[in-house]
Structures are given as structure tokens and as C-alpha cells.
T-cell receptor, first 110, second 110 residues
């Protein structure tokens, strides 16, 4: 079963930062936080992952709270093409099971 | 070149038929997966193979049989198709951290 809780949907104005929260209050010390997104009916796409430090790549930033019980994915300048379902997943590196929850449907508005 | 490719993209068939979906990855990954996404968009893991060995077998009817002839291929054969099998089936591969998904096969059972 998914170990994460996310809001069902969010809206964001184009050009503004989109902040997507995720609650993972039962996360274990060896579990990483991963984010994927699914645009329309395409296959999900990897965005970013982290353990406890904040991470940034060309797509997004990941902010993990100090107690690791929640995190936020930040898309710094959302575009219409960022409209998608965003999934937050916790997983032990080296294991094979990725369990997807229901995700957050982000709609970027013009 | 497409990293994870599945065929066919669409599959429409009658109840009771047997069908196969093929998946190939050219990423050199050791691990491959099948996921099912139902009409409510919930993405659920079905199977995973690592180096041709079955490592994850979720609660899936035994009408579903995965086959991995080599580590670059993972096919899904479905016997005696039922209406409830209608869904989008995604193949994926991974090496250590990231999942790479195919574009999906939309199966419609009439």
C-alpha cells in the first residue's frame, strides 16, 4: 500500500512556482522520497528523488523537512506543459517495488 | 531511439480471447516491470523481473503470465480475457534508482 498522502488536485498560474506537498509520516530511515509525473496518458516520468537533503535538478526542486515526514516538490516556473498528475513515492533503494498512490492532479492555468 | 517500447499501442478484443503485449528496453537495465492503470487512473504493480528471474508477483489472476526471454524483453500474455481486464498496461525498466516507462498499451475487452 502507498505510504504517502497527497492532495487530490491543485491549480497554479503559468509562470508561478508550483508547490506540491506530500505527507510520508511513516517513512523509515532508509527510504527515499521519489517524485514522478504522468502527463495525460503517457507513461510516468521520473522527476527527482532525495533522502534527507534538499535536491535540485533541471526539472524541479525537492524540499524534505528535517523530520522527513513530509516533502514538497517545487516547479519554479510552471508552464502549461507541466499539467500532469504528480506522484510522490517512498522506497528503499535497492528494492524493486515502487508503489504509486493516487497522486496530485496539477493544472497550470494560462 | 525509444528507450522502453511496447506493442501494440491499442488492443481491442473480445471476452475469452488470449492476447499478448510485448515490451523491449534498450537501456541495458536488469529489471523490468508490468503495471496496470485502471479507469480510475490508479497505477498498480503486477510483476517484476530481474535478469529474467521473477522477483515481484502481486495478487494477479493466473490468467496473466509474464515471460522474459532475455533481460531486454518482458512480455505479458493474458488468457481468457475478461471485461475487467480493460485498462492501460505499462511496461517499465529500472537500474538502481529510476523507473523508465513505455508509452502504454490500451487494452479494451468487449
Amino acid at each position: 500500500d502507498a505510504k504517502t498522502t497527497q492532495p487530490t488536485s491543485m491549480d497554479c498560474a503559468e509562470g508561478r512556482a508550483a508547490n506540491l506537498p506530500c505527507n510520508h509520516s511513516t517513512i523509515s530511515g532508509n527510504e527515499y522520497v521519489y517524485w514522478y509525473r504522468q502527463i495525460h496518458s503517457q507513461g510516468p516520468q521520473y522527476i527527482i528523488h532525495g533522502l534527507k537533503n534538499n535536491e535540485t535538478n533541471e526539472m524541479a526542486s525537492l524540499i524534505i523537512t528535517e523530520d522527513r515526514k513530509s516533502s514538497t516538490l517545487i516547479l519554479p516556473h510552471a508552464t502549461l506543459r507541466d499539467t500532469a498528475v504528480y506522484y510522490c513515492i517512498v522506497r528503499v533503494v535497492g528494492t524493486y517495488k515502487y508503489i504509486f498512490g493516487t497522486g496530485t492532479r496539477l493544472k497550470v492555468l494560462a | 531511439d525509444t528507450a522502453v517500447s511496447q506493442t501494440p499501442k491499442y488492443l481491442v478484443t473480445q471476452m475469452g480471447n488470449d492476447k499478448s503485449i510485448k515490451c523491449e528496453q534498450n537501456l541495458g537495465h536488469d529489471t523490468m516491470y508490468w503495471y496496470k492503470q485502471d479507469s480510475k487512473k490508479f497505477l498498480k504493480i503486477m510483476f517484476s523481473y530481474n535478469n529474467k528471474e521473477l522477483i515481484i508477483n502481486e495478487t494477479v489472476p493466473n490468467r496473466f503470465s509474464p515471460k522474459s526471454p532475455d533481460k531486454a524483453h518482458l512480455n505479458l500474455h493474458i488468457n481468457s480475457l475478461e471485461l475487467g481486464d480493460s485498462a492501460v498496461y505499462f511496461c517499465a525498466s529500472s537500474q538502481v534508482e529510476k523507473l523508465f516507462f513505455g508509452s502504454g498499451t490500451q487494452l479494451s475487452v468487449l
